[in-house]
């Protein structure tokens, strides 16, 4: 079972989840966020983690953003990932001209198990029986080369008419446990906190799960007691499950 936990703006924050046991941190690089950070915040934060032993999977979350854009920010930032969390076009995800491609995956909004089986067509990330996608060995910047980097293939969130995620509102448990079983490498967000979050691993069988708001003591501003539990908690109900 991985663990992402999103909407980081600050150092402290991170390595609390990196000393937790994070597989994935998110920065969300979307300025109507109440978690967006800026660029060279950023920069600095991932700059220590990397200088750290253990360096989880880092993610940027995008909403709209162009490919080049994207491609320049993680390239600049130094991240794994980039998080589409908008209306961007299967090409960003599927095609080899994408400047994203092989370091991207989509998340859904879905209304229905029709339209999210649909989309899923479109935009999951290909992968090889039940293993996840795997990233093409890439240079971050000035780090040595980084191979076999677990992806999502694609993330299943909360349906909101105006927010991109982050709403604190619990999504279709049943739609999405139907996806798992469809899509390898799914990952599940959307209200999950650290009291729910067995349940939800328990119902789904996700391949990851996703937390931001569901673990913060304010906006952008994590609780590192509720970090610790909500990773603890979602890793032992998948254990005790398998």
């Keep these: 079972m991985k663990v992402k936990i999103c909407g980081l703006t600050n150092l402290a924050d991170a390595q609390t989840a990196v000393a937790a046991g994070a597989d994935y941190l998110g920065f969300i690089f979307y300025p109507p966020s109440k978690r967006s950070i800026d660029i060279n915040t950023a920069r600095a934060i991932v ?59 989509k998340a859904l909004r879905p209304t229905s198990l029709a339209e999210a089986e649909a989309e899923a067509e479109w935009y999951a990330v290909p992968v090889s029986g039940n293993q996840y996608s795997v990233i093409s060995e890439s240079v971050i910047g000035n780090q040595s080369p980084i191979s076999s980097l677990q992806s999502p293939s694609l993330l299943i969130d909360t349906y909101h008419p105006t927010l991109r995620g982050g709403t604190g509102e619990t999504g279709d448990w049943e739609m999405s446990a139907q996806l798992a079983q469809k899509i390898p490498g799914m990952m599940l967000a959307g209200g999950l906190t650290a009291d729910n979050v067995a349940e939800a691993v328990r119902l789904v069988r996700p391949f990851a799960v996703d937390v931001a708001s569901g673990v913060e003591a304010s906006p952008g501003k994590k609780d590192p007691n509720l970090v610790r539990a909500f990773i603890h908690n979602a890793k032992d109900a998948f254990t005790n499950e398998s």
């Design 47 to 105: 700059q220590t983690l990397r200088a750290a032993p253990q360096c989880p999977v880092l993610v940027g979350v995008f909403v709209n953003e162009t490919g080049p854009r994207m491609a320049e920010i993680l390239d600049d930032v130094g991240l794994d990932l980039a998080q589409l969390s908008g209306e961007e076009v299967p090409f960003l995800v599927g095609d080899e001209r994408s400047p994203i491609y092989g370091r991207c995956y």
